[in-house]
């Protein structure tokens, strides 16, 4: 059925939309009118006032009476305390062919009911299921995250729930569209004063339909605004957990009844993964109560799961339900913060006949070790500063003016022997001023699987501005012979005694307001401290408070003061803009005389100190070129050159710098917008050959609008010099990107040392090898992809090694090591078979050396592969996706300069015959060479400094 003119429905709606609300009514109008706006016009409004208290009630009234026959109003006279029985009220006066339920604070795809309708009809399905999108507001406004989006990548149609129990993942029941008929005809409504209630009634509706179609349309805007709490978020409530248990206990029962082990089993599966988890890393903001009683309800729930679910259920999840059940909620908790990557290690973890696991209690079953076996994650082939262990403040006092902070790191695996030389450092630093920093030497001790400390320290040398830094946060930072660490303090086990210390300091702006600091948890668990304003003036202020005229006089100063605060952070976000500092880059700074010999490099956006700027900067210091070089730095400084002036990308000083430079050098592109003064030198060095699509050649630029590829021409304009390694870079790089810059035909920088064998980088890469313990003999294989996107169309942020690492210990561990480079955009996944190891291309920016200490590569069509391919060393192109070979500049495997693979089998076999794949492929790798680095010959660096630079060194001379 469809909607007359101006919205009207002649013969009944397609579609009612169920909208529940609460106490609600500033945006309530916001969710009907997302619903009154749908394309497809047959839909009605059901407003149901769930017994508010304020004017949600005439508002819906309201709403109804602006708009006769679509928007109808409901009040329940006493509110229920949950969701379920305002739903039930709307669907018993739906009258539409489908239902759709919407809550008052989220809104509905403007094509959701037309999308979901069309599914439904074409399909015969009872039930259809689109994407939910988490829209975060307020500060992070704009920010979005699908809701399990791997469900919903293709249209799909499921005749049983059994069809894909990972529907069970998704049991929102607001994403959905439900055929009438077929609500009444199973009795189906929500269970009433239970929060949670979506998951029965969605596990219900899964199992009577017929049919569930899922279509990967976005239906659904979860707004997520700051400070707002949802009944059902209300997780530090104790009783909020006993909701969720026992609607899951009423799931195996409905379960059960259906007789499907599986399904349990994947039920289970989902409670370990998802439910449980959501509680246990909330715990550490909880207090001993809440936390004893948490572990009592779930270590009886967990008690009745199925017997496969440890086995089934994520590695983490598994470990952290199975130890909950045990109790040891301390390993449990640690196992549930644990993430991977940049998590924090709460184990101290256990060794045993060659394998490591995550609890001292491994070995009470063969089961035991089993789900607690973590040899997997490679946590024994990390450093200590990889592993990033937990920190725990255990005491803090003060006595006689002085602090005391106590506390213990783990030393997980014994990692810090105990002739280690260890010194440690606490560090207290503003919040928002992070320079703001104190710091004091701390006293370190072994103490079985810890590492004691403890700092003893004057407060009032803690000197706080009082305006601006309120706030601050607490690190500890050791040195273990030479490898730093540093590490966050868990104030978890202080209690609530440290909360009535409060450490004397002396404000520099605000003494008669605030006097102390006082220590506090914050919601991630860590502890910090904050101003405690109970001064002189802060008492006066209270007392003036109190008085008769005291409050209206107080309110009109607040006012006052947040009207300051807001005009002050107006000015400030205003100034500190990227808009106003292109502004006045362009219009101001760069009518600033250049200052001679000043170079600012730049290499990937100022990720690392890398590429073919730093060897170039490299050539400038042997050849004694008086250069002023600048180094811009995206997030830190550390491992950029100490004799170079650093400054932060995107900062006041860095667009100064800019602005007045003689030579810009960089390898990807200066921020757009800022215009280059005729008299500055951009030397554009570029980061690679091209095999895939570049600039204008991309079809997303291609059909991009005419503002898109105005900016990329305006971005490439400014180049005065473009580097190109071979004829090819003449015909793809510099004709897809637009390039009318002096193409300089003289190889990479970054290459010259694996053409000319330069000391100093080969230098690099021994030290390289000694730490990364290559030294025993085996051959060593880097595997080095480029970055790509996910079947998602979203990037791939973790790399997994090409082959399983138990198949590469067994069949090829004893003769080679695989080392795994993932693009600097990514991150390499942990993997501990003998003989892998990841290289986390953060802490080794520089490929070069890699290369160079390499036997062999194992890329995909990464452009490192025109790099590598100067050593004529063998080389395997691994491309698992076909489509990958295709859409380039050339036939990847009529000129690849090695075997091709597209399976782990042929991967193997081409690793395990590794020398006769480098005598069969010598040929093809030399006509590889000369088509694609002709011009590389070891002297890209010196002739960009003999073709620039001369005219700055001869000047110095003449000076």
């Not at 975060?136 to 406004?141: A, D, E, F, L």
């Not at 799931?251 to 599966?269: M, N």
């Not at 080969?762 to 996107?789: C, I, K, M, N």
Request: charged share 25%; hydrophobic share 40%; net charge positive.
């Amino acid at each position: 059925m469809r909607a007359g003119p101006h919205g009207h429905v002649p013969h009944g709606p397609d579609v009612s939309v169920v909208v529940i609300a609460y106490n609600d009514a500033g945006r309530l109008p916001r969710a009907v009118g997302s619903a009154l706006r749908q394309s497809l016009g047959a839909v009605e409004v059901v407003v149901v006032d769930d017994g508010s208290a304020d004017e949600t009630g005439p508002v819906a009234e309201r709403l109804a009476a602006e708009h006769p026959g679509r928007v109808r109003a409901v009040r329940l006279p006493v509110n229920s305390g949950g969701c379920g029985r305002p739903r039930n009220a709307g669907v018993a006066r739906a009258r539409g062919r489908y239902v759709m339920f919407l809550d008052s604070d989220d809104v509905l795809d403007p094509h959701a009911c037309l999308n979901l309708l069309t599914a439904a009809e074409d399909t015969g399905a009872d039930l259809v299921s689109g994407l939910c999108t988490r829209v975060h507001t307020g500060r992070v406004r704009g920010r979005e995250r699908p809701w399990y989006p791997w469900l919903y990548r293709r249209t799909a149609v499921y005749g049983a729930l059994r069809d894909n129990p990972d529907l069970l993942y998704d049991t929102l029941a607001t994403n959905k569209l439900y055929r009438r008929a077929f609500l009444e005809g199973h009795g189906l409504r929500f269970a009433e004063r239970l929060h949670y209630e979506d998951l029965l009634f969605t596990a219900e509706a899964y199992l009577a339909a017929s049919r569930t179609a899922l279509i990967p349309h976005r239906v659904y805007n979860w707004l997520v605004e700051p400070h707002a709490r949802s009944i059902s978020s209300r997780r530090s409530e104790l009783a909020n957990f006993a909701d969720r248990l026992e609607i899951h206990r009423r799931i195996d029962a409905l379960l059960l009844r259906h007789g499907d082990e599986e399904l349990r089993l994947a039920k289970d599966v989902k409670f370990v993964n998802h439910d449980l988890l959501l509680y246990m890393r909330d715990l550490p903001c909880r207090d001993a109560a809440y936390r004893e009683g948490f572990r009592a309800l779930a270590a009886d729930y967990l008690a009745g799961l199925h017997p496969r679910v440890y086995e089934e259920a994520h590695p983490m999840a598994a470990i952290a339900a199975y130890l909950l059940r045990e109790g040891d909620q301390d390993g449990a908790l640690a196992a549930a913060e644990y993430r991977g990557g940049s998590s924090v290690l709460g184990a101290a973890l256990r060794r045993d006949d060659g394998r490591v696991f995550w609890s001292g209690r491994y070995a009470s079953s063969d089961r035991a070790r089993r789900i607690l076996d973590v040899t997997h994650l490679g946590l024994q082939h990390c450093s200590l500063g990889e592993l990033r262990p937990l920190n725990v403040a255990t005491e803090l006092t003060v006595r006689d003016g002085r602090a005391r902070l106590r506390g213990h790191v783990l030393n997980p695996l014994g990692k810090v022997a105990g002739d280690a030389t260890v010194t440690a450092v606490l560090e207290l630093y503003a919040r928002k001023r992070p320079r703001r920093m104190f710091r004091v030497a701390a006293t370190v001790a072994h103490a079985g699987d810890r590492l004691v400390w403890e700092a003893d320290f004057d407060p009032r040398r803690v000197r706080p501005v009082g305006a601006g830094d309120a706030v601050w946060d607490v690190r500890l930072r050791l040195d273990v012979d030479g490898e730093e660490v540093v590490t966050r303090l868990s104030g978890r086990e202080l209690g609530g005694s440290a909360e009535r210390v409060l450490l004397p300091v002396r404000p520099r702006l605000s003494r008669l307001a605030a006097r102390g600091l006082r220590p506090y948890t914050t919601t991630g668990g860590h502890l910090a401290f904050v101003l405690h304003r109970d001064g002189r003036a802060w008492r006066t202020a209270r007392a003036a408070a109190r008085a008769p005229l005291g409050r209206p006089v107080l309110r009109a100063a607040r006012r006052m003061l947040a009207a300051v605060r807001r005009l002050y952070r107006a000015a400030r976000r205003a100034a500190m803009s990227r808009a106003t500092k292109r502004a006045v880059f362009n219009h101001v700074l760069s009518r600033l005389p250049v200052r001679t010999g000043t170079v600012v490099f730049e290499s990937h956006m100022g990720r690392h100190y890398a590429d073919n700027p730093k060897y170039i900067h490299r050539e400038l210091c042997r050849a004694g070129v008086p250069v002023r070089a600048v180094w811009a730095y995206e997030s830190s400084p550390r491992g950029f050159p100490e004799d170079a002036v650093l400054v932060r990308r995107n900062s006041w000083a860095y667009h100064w710098e800019l602005a007045r430079a003689q030579f810009w050098i960089d390898n990807q592109g200066f921020p757009g917008g800022l215009r280059k003064r005729p008299e500055t030198t951009y030397i554009q060095t570029w980061h690679g050959s091209a095999y895939k699509l570049m600039g204008f050649d991309q079809p997303r630029i291609k059909s991009a609008g005419p503002a898109e590829r105005a900016r990329l021409s305006r971005m490439v304009e400014r180049f005065d010099c473009f580097l190109i390694r071979s004829r090819h870079d003449a015909d793809t790089l510099v004709k897809g990107l637009g390039v009318r810059a002096e193409l300089l035909p003289a190889g990479y920088p970054r290459n010259d040392p694996l053409v000319n064998g330069d000391p100093d980088t080969a230098a690099e890469a021994q030290a390289l090898r000694r730490s990364l313990g290559l030294d025993d003999g085996r051959r060593v294989v880097l595997y080095a992809p480029t970055f790509r996107l996910g079947p998602d169309g979203r990037p791939v942020r973790y790399v997994d090694p090409p082959i399983d690492p138990q198949r590469f210990a067994r069949e090829l561990g004893g003769a080679m090591v695989l080392l795994v480079r993932p693009h600097y955009l990514c991150r390499a996944r942990r993997c501990a078979a003998a003989g892998i190891r990841a290289v986390d291309a953060g802490r080794l920016p520089d490929v070069t050396p890699l290369l160079l200490l390499a036997d062999a590569l194992v890329t995909d069509h990464s452009s490192l592969m025109f790099d590598y391919a100067l050593l004529d060393r063998p080389m395997i192109l691994h491309v698992p996706d076909p489509q990958a070979l295709g859409g380039g500049y050339f036939d990847l495997t009529e000129h690849a300069p090695g075997p091709v693979t597209a399976t782990e089998d042929d991967l193997v076999a081409a690793l395990a015959d590794l020398d006769r794949v480098a005598a069969r492929y010598a040929p093809r790798r030399r006509a590889f060479v000369q088509r694609f680095g002709e011009y590389d010959r070891g002297t890209a660096a010196r002739a960009v400094v003999e073709r620039f630079f001369t005219t700055v060194r001869e000047g110095a001379r003449d000076g």
